[in-house]
């Protein structure tokens, strides 16, 4: 099976792509490479974020492909917050339970709201010796609720209902999240492009 380094420290998204990937690649990430350092996350953009993770991590393993995961939620009564800053929302040492505390109190806030619309968005970026090969992104609409539903998932699954669905993907099987999540059309996006190089 050829290897597929995946420059992240979030075990939950190696999870969804192992499983979104299936048998084709072996994906590995930063517990099987600890000699990988990791530039800061300093841009303002999924994509921007994603180049920095997949250039540095690529030039830790060389020779290999690497892959990397910018993604976060995206509110549109809190004008796209919490955005790229999804991952420290509550602070730079916030958990996620952290994080969706502080996003139930924002939504409190905008009780004049009805529905709060809102996606998850993924950028994917390839990359080998520095080299960026590949971008892509995907998303996924649906509506956030205020209080939390199911343990399943990660992040801010469990406040999140995608379009076309009554639960969270707290509640929803894994296989369902792994069909039409942001992380699953961005991966989907790149399918050609990592076929072309296996
Ligand atoms: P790496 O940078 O090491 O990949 P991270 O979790 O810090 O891990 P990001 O900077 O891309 O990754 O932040 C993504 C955050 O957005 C993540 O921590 C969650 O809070 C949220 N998020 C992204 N995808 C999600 C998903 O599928 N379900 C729930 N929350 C998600």
């Known amino acids: ?9 979030n ?13 084709a690649w072996q994906v590995e990430d930063l517990r099987a490479h600890p000699g990988i350092t990791l530039d ?13 993770k997949a250039v540095s991590g690529s030039r830790g393993v060389p020779g290999l492909l690497v892959l990397a995961d910018d993604s ?3 509110v549109d009564a809190l004008g796209g917050a919490p955005g790229v800053r ?19 109190a924002e939504l409190a806030k905008k009780a004049m709201y009805a529905r709060f619309k809102g996606r998850f968005h993924c950028c994917m970026v390839l990359a080998r010796d520095g080299e960026v090969l590949h971008i892509s992104h995907g998303s996924v609409e649906g509506r956030l609720i205020t209080q939390e539903q199911g343990e399943g998932g990660f992040g801010y699954d469990s ?16 296989e369902t999240k792994n069909q039409l999540s942001h992380r699953a059309r961005a991966l989907a996006a790149m399918k050609k492009k990592l076929a072309s190089l296996r």
Request: hydrophobic share 45%; net charge negative; no cysteine.
């Open 1 to 9: 099976m050829p290897q597929l380094v995946f420059a992240t420290s």
């Open 11 to 23: 075990a939950h998204k190696t999870e969804e792509v192992a499983a979104i990937l299936g048998s």
């Open 40 to 52: 800061e996350e300093t841009g303002d953009t999924f994509e921007a974020n994603a180049i920095i």
């Open 72 to 74: 976060g939620l995206e």
């Open 86 to 104: 999804s991952a420290r929302y509550a602070g730079e040492t916030a958990n996620a339970a952290d994080n969706r505390a502080k996003l139930k």
């Open 159 to 174: 406040l999140f209902i995608p379009d076309g669905f009554t639960e969270t993907f707290g509640v929803l099987p894994a």
